[in-house]
């Protein structure tokens, strides 16, 4: 058993290694890091993050200044998501992400309450 789920994971791992969607999605981020204004947007977007995260720590979400950079933060993002030069990722990301959810379902669907027989 524990060698034929062995090869059954290998099988799938090299499979998904071959797939045309996971390798356009892996395309599409090495290209997407070669642009500077994508960088400089991710960049923001993270330290917008990190200033959120740390005043949500210090002063609660109720605080105004925690208010103000949770906007920053929503901000930063929706300017990467709205680059153009990100767009086609974000298509292609979807694409692969249905494919995850398929393979999710396929494995891990039987154990889960209420689909399938067997509840773990």
Known sequence: MKNATTRALSALRQG??????IAELDRLDAELSSYPEILSLSAKMKEAGERYYELTKTKGNED???????HELYL????LDEAPEAME????YAVVRRLYAEIDGFLFGPFRPGRGDCHA
């Open 16 to 21: 998904l290694k071959e797939d045309p969607r």
């Open 89 to 92: 990722y974000r298509n292609q």
């Open 64 to 70: 105004e200044e925690t208010r103000l950079a949770q």
């Open 76 to 79: 930063a993002k929706k300017a």
